[in-house]
């Protein structure tokens, strides 16, 4: 693979334009609140690039990279071996944990009560490999080629198609505030998330890398967490 080791013009972060509270979201004027979109855009103020955001559908994220239609993909990355393969990551800038999510009054409390059932997660995402380690179950994949898989992983469940779904804690918390959902339990795997960049490009990682451990050595991020995740421990000292 041939490396390049120029540093783009650009800081254009794909992501998905769906609502994903605390994480992400739009307020009725289009701007994009949240989490991940405030440390991307003190990514683009370090890096001193003009920055927007790259809508697209989950599951054509790693295309859309190595297209050429954006720089990173910010949004929702746990890194993983078989994401690796599809592009280099860097460092992370936050660690999750994983939580199951049931309709109300199921019964499902624990592992155990998962076995027969349908439990759902994003084809190929680390969630799905942690239904993967479900004994008993049937896991269901959602490929992720709509607007909004998890709106789509919701409804599956709210029609009983069906009976729980595995994503990360951050993204189910404000949905378990909803009557009729819960969350049955949670999985502590400290996931790490990190922003994936094309490969063959070790120049534009490096300095990635180096403008998040900035806004690590200059409280900016701790900052945002705070502001945008109170519940959660502050995953970096």
Same mark, same amino acid.
């Given at each position: 693979?041939?490396?390049?080791?120029?540093?783009?013009?650009?800081?254009?972060?794909?992501?998905?334009?769906?609502?994903?509270?605390?994480?992400?979201?739009?307020?009725?004027?289009?701007?994009?609140?949240?989490?991940?979109?405030?440390?991307?855009?003190?990514?683009?103020?370090?890096?001193?690039?003009?920055?927007?955001?790259?809508?697209?559908?989950?599951? =054509?994220?790693?295309? $859309? %990279?190595? !297209? &050429? #239609?954006?720089?990173?993909?910010?949004?929702?990355?746990?890194?993983?071996?078989?994401?690796?393969?599809?592009?280099?990551?860097?460092?992370?800038?936050?660690?999750?944990?994983?939580?199951?999510?049931?309709?109300?009054?199921?019964?499902?409390?624990?592992?155990?009560?998962?076995?027969?059932?349908?439990?759902?997660?994003?084809?190929?995402?680390?969630?799905?490999?942690?239904?993967?380690?479900?004994?008993?179950?049937?896991?269901?994949?959602?490929?992720?080629?709509?607007?909004?898989?998890?709106? =789509?992983?919701?409804? $599956? %469940?709210? !029609? &009983? #198609?069906?009976?729980?779904?595995?994503?990360?804690?951050?993204?189910?918390?404000?949905?378990?505030?909803?009557?009729?959902?819960?969350?049955?339990?949670?999985?502590?795997?400290?996931?790490?998330?990190?922003?994936?960049?094309?490969?063959?490009?070790?120049?534009?990682?490096?300095?990635?890398?180096?403008?998040?451990?900035?806004?690590?050595?200059?409280?900016?991020?701790?900052?945002?967490?705070?502001?945008?995740?109170?519940?959660?421990?502050?995953?970096?000292?």
């Amino acid at each position: 693979m041939t490396q390049q080791t120029n540093q783009p013009t650009r800081f254009h972060v794909i992501c998905a334009d769906l609502p994903a509270p605390p994480l992400f979201w739009k307020g009725k004027d289009g701007y994009r609140h949240g989490f991940e979109s405030d440390v991307a855009r003190l990514l683009g103020e370090t890096l001193k690039l003009p920055f927007k955001f790259e809508y697209q559908n989950w599951g =054509d994220f790693y295309p $859309a %990279l190595n !297209e &050429g #239609k954006g720089e990173v993909i910010l949004c929702g990355q746990g890194i993983s071996e078989y994401r690796k393969t599809l592009a280099d990551f860097t460092e992370p800038y936050a660690v999750f944990d994983e939580a199951v999510m049931v309709l109300a009054g199921s019964g499902i409390k624990s592992k155990a009560d998962l076995v027969g059932k349908r439990v759902g997660a994003i084809d190929k995402s680390i969630n799905m490999a942690l239904a993967e380690t479900f004994e008993g179950c049937v896991c269901v994949p959602f490929g992720g080629d709509t607007d909004d898989v998890l709106a =789509d992983m919701i409804g $599956a %469940l709210r !029609e &009983g #198609k069906i009976d729980a779904l595995v994503d990360d804690d951050v993204a189910l918390v404000p949905l378990a505030d909803e009557a009729d959902l819960e969350i049955a339990f949670v999985v502590k795997t400290q996931n790490k998330w990190g922003m994936a960049v094309k490969k063959g490009n070790p120049t534009w990682l490096a300095e990635v890398n180096e403008a998040l451990a900035i806004l690590k050595s200059n409280g900016k991020l701790r900052a945002t967490w705070d502001k945008w995740l109170p519940g959660l421990k502050y995953p970096f000292g």
